[in-house]
């Protein structure tokens, strides 16, 4: 179970990575954009439970997954059937499962 969670938060950071990419092609909003500073701490938190895959940093990265899934929400570049995966793919990651 926890290295198919921990591939899932992989699959979906390359994912998150990609759509930056295609944000900046497209000028959408600024609520679209995936700026260094969000990149950088989203990256720190995946790196962060990569290393040590514990309940609070399983939280942690959750929290913040939830929040990014939340800004793109309204953006040309999600349809609503990928925020909804993302969503429930999310929803179904148990973090004490790492206790």
Do not use: H, R
Request: hydrophobic share 35%; net charge negative; glycine share 2%.
């Amino acid at each position: 179970m926890k290295n198919f969670s921990l591939k899932l938060l992989l699959v979906l950071f390359i994912a998150v990575g990609l759509s930056g990419c295609e944000k900046e092609e497209t000028s959408l909003s600024s609520n679209c954009e995936f700026t260094d500073a969000e990149y950088n701490a989203y990256y720190n938190l995946v790196t962060k439970f990569s290393a040590n895959p514990t309940v609070a940093n399983c939280n942690a990265l959750k929290q913040a997954s939830f929040k990014l899934i939340d800004k793109f929400k309204n953006c040309d570049v999600s349809t609503k059937e990928q925020i909804t995966q993302l969503t429930q793919a999310w929803n179904s990651i148990d973090c004490n499962d790492f206790d």
